[in-house]
């Protein structure tokens, strides 16, 4: 009995603790399945509109539309830049099949059409990925509509290859001005981040240099935007639908002259030296023309990508040594110069030592070819003596002497309260500072003070402190100064046009596809300065001297042309170079429209290669007629010829 009992017992047990279990296991399933069962209301109730919506986009791809940049025109609506379309073949690397056999077949029968060795293809998709890892990569531009059409309509043998439409930079006038155009080139991963470039993305093209640079925003259109439908492969199952139309960019009209332009960078070549040169308008800074010798053609950048090849011949190797590697095409000599200014400089050296009160007008010096100041003689070229000299005549003879006797006489001490008068005025005329031309690049040049030598004397970078000799060899253009035809240029503008520092600028306006304009570019000047009109009298006076009339160190250049030119020469040493040959000019002397600032590396004297090259610039711009010249320019005055 006992045993039945405890047998009953355990059975009895036995099926309590098996119901517990059946008990926990339909809990634990009822949890499973109520998980299940809320997590498809989650999907398919509160976010199945969202996922639609992605599922859709699956089957749905957005390609970009580029836009059209606006046009560059010259200030008559000449056209300097334009646009082409071109139909580029392209490949996404990204959509490229992920299996090596599969994507190599892909990329064969790429290579098939466009004629283009597998290896090669495969180099270049490294290349241009590793240049531009976000963009498609560019095989090949203008490719015939036949391989067009038949990548269309074979799609599936071609996944992440598309031909898409895109626009080139033309430049119909071939290499002129290309120092003020610039280039396009893709926006890289570092423009990015640049709050001016915030809106754009990768595969964008933006200005690199010149005014396709500084006004990019006017220029640059904004993009448009076509879906495609698409199968899980990626193919196309349907039209292409555009979602939005592309803007085009705003054109860019210049205050640049072409006719003008052509006949400075004409000028300059046959000089065959490398140089540059500035034609401005006095009264409102407008560039009529801007030119750098050598140059270098713009559309090397039109392509794809720029071999490091390509880009050492436009810029430079930067593991050359300065000194000695050959001239650069890339810098733009006429605004970065740099360059030894000799005595195109002397009228800045006047009206410093007139505000000074260290000479006056007529005052007349003694130039016997050669002065001691201190234990140091300084001479003229060639020790001409030029006799009793006041400012008039020391300038149409360019006598040294006369202002190395100004330069000692203003040379600073500024601890017995003497101010830098001549570096003082070299400033406000817009030399060592930049003019702020709306082009990148610009060089502020070099004004030598005391400061700066005595700092670097103690910095070991030189031998010697500020001496008196430096001051005189400033007052010539000489020694340590440093400066552009460009800010050379806004300096005499300031003379010609009585004292108002122009902000020189290559900007006119920007217009619309219909040709409304939408923004004019009108900089104000910079400052006024002080400028006495006796002090400007005298100095125009002497200037004209110098091109006019015989004796002047420019006679035998603009002798009988039909035009008053107020002129000066400038021949600049340069070591370890031959001299630097410069010329500045105002015109019409009485009341001067155009100022002309050019320099010729190792060009020799002022008069053999920079007043010629400005000669042909002012012709061009008066419209004047070679044969003109060529029967009323008269020879150089017999006796003594005067070289500077």
Do not use: C
Not at 162 to 182: C, F, I, N, S
Not at 376 to 392: I, S
């Amino acid at each position: 009995m006992s045993f039945s009992g405890g047998r009953w017992s355990a059975e009895r047990f036995n099926r309590a603790q098996l119901s517990r279990r059946i008990a926990v296991l339909g809990a634990l399933a009822l949890l499973v399945f109520g998980a299940i069962f809320f997590r498809l209301w989650y999907l398919q109730i509160l976010s199945g509109d969202k996922y639609l919506a992605e599922a859709q986009g699956n089957r749905v791809r957005e390609t970009t539309v580029q836009a059209p940049r606006g046009e560059i025109l010259d200030r008559n609506g000449k056209v300097l830049v334009t646009n082409r379309t071109a139909l580029a073949l392209q490949v996404r690397a990204e959509e490229l099949p992920n299996r090596p056999k599969r994507r190599r077949k892909v990329l064969e029968r790429v290579g098939e059409l466009i004629d283009m060795p597998l290896e090669k293809v495969r180099k270049e998709i490294r290349r241009q990925t590793r240049e531009l890892p976000s963009n498609p990569v560019t095989l090949k531009r203008d490719v015939p509509p036949e391989v067009v059409y038949y990548v269309r309509e074979n799609q599936r043998l071609y996944p992440g290859v598309t031909v898409d439409r895109v626009y080139v930079r033309k430049y119909p006038r071939g290499t002129l001005a290309t120092h003020v155009l610039g280039y396009v080139r893709e926006v890289t991963a570092e423009d990015l981040e640049e709050p001016r470039y915030s809106k754009l993305q990768p595969g964008d093209r933006v200005g690199k240099e010149g005014v396709e640079l500084t006004y990019d925003h006017i220029l640059r259109g904004v993009n448009g935007v076509t879906r495609v439908p698409v199968d899980a492969t990626g193919a196309p199952t349907g039209r292409p639908a555009t979602a939005r139309e592309p803007i085009p960019g705003n054109d860019l009209r210049l205050t640049l002259d072409l006719k003008l332009q052509q006949a400075g960078e004409r000028a300059l070549a046959s000089q065959g030296k490398p140089g540059a040169f500035v034609a401005m308008d006095v009264d409102s800074g407008e560039i009529l023309a801007l030119g750098s010798a050598p140059t270098y053609d713009l559309s090397v950048f039109a392509k794809p990508t720029v071999t490091q090849a390509e880009s050492y011949a436009i810029f430079g190797n930067p593991k050359d040594d300065p000194t000695t590697a050959p001239p650069a095409p890339g810098v733009n000599r006429a605004i970065l110069g740099g360059y030894p200014t000799g005595s195109v400089f002397k009228p800045v050296t006047a009206l410093a030592a007139l505000d000074a009160g260290a000479v006056t007008p007529s005052e007349v010096i003694n130039d016997g070819g050669a002065i001691t100041i201190g234990n140091q003689e300084f001479t003229n070229a060639g020790r001409t003596a030029h006799g009793p000299v006041d400012l008039r005549k020391a300038l149409q003879v360019s006598s040294d002497v006369y202002f190395y006797t100004l330069g000692a006489r203003l040379n600073p001490d500024t601890e017995n309260g003497k101010k830098e008068w001549i570096q003082d005025w070299a400033n406000e005329l817009g030399l060592g500072v930049e003019t702020g031309i709306d082009i990148p690049g610009e060089g502020t040049g070099l004004i030598p003070t005391p400061e700066w030598r005595n700092q670097l004397y103690k910095e070991g970078a030189t031998d010697r402190p500020w001496s008196i000799g430096d001051n005189v060899q400033t007052a010539i253009g000489q020694g340590d100064v440093q400066a552009s035809p460009l800010q050379l240029a806004v300096a005499y503008a300031a003379i010609g046009n009585g004292g108002k520092v122009v902000r020189p600028h290559v900007a006119y306006r920007a217009e619309d596809q219909t040709g409304q304009v939408v923004q004019e570019i009108e900089p104000a000047p910079q400052r006024e300065v002080e400028i006495e009109p006796e002090w400007r009298d005298a100095i125009m006076d002497g200037l004209e001297a110098a091109a006019m009339e015989p004796g002047g160190t420019s006679y035998g250049v603009f002798a009988g042309f039909p035009v008053e030119v107020a002129g000066k020469t400038g021949t600049a040493e340069r070591p370890p170079y031959g001299d630097q040959s410069w010329y500045v000019a105002l015109a019409p002397a009485d009341e001067p429209r155009i100022v002309v600032a050019a320099t010729v590396e190792q060009g020799g004297f002022g008069a053999d290669s920079a007043a010629p090259l400005v000669r042909e610039i002012l012709a061009t711009y008066f419209d004047i007629d070679a044969e003109d010249l060529e029967t009323t320019t008269e020879p150089a005055a017999t006796g003594t010829v005067v070289y500077d």
